[in-house]
């Protein structure tokens, strides 16, 4: 799962923890689900997982 901290930033444009990748694909699932009226969330329990939820 995501850490707390981590978890309101993680879907801010080129946020990311690892060395590689862009930070980008969170920010663009929340941008497209947002853009056709749906409802994008994220829950994470560190240890156990994490949870995108896309609400229309």
């Known amino acids: ?9 993680v879907i801010q444009p080129y946020f990311t923890t690892k060395t590689s ?14 853009d056709h ?7 994470s329990e560190v240890g156990e997982g994490t949870r995108a939820e896309i609400r229309f």
């Open 1 to 9: 799962g995501i850490p707390p901290a981590d978890l309101p930033r």
């Open 21 to 34: 990748g862009s930070g980008l694909g969170l920010a663009i699932c929340k941008r497209i689900a947002e």
């Open 37 to 43: 009226g749906a409802l994008f969330t994220l829950t």
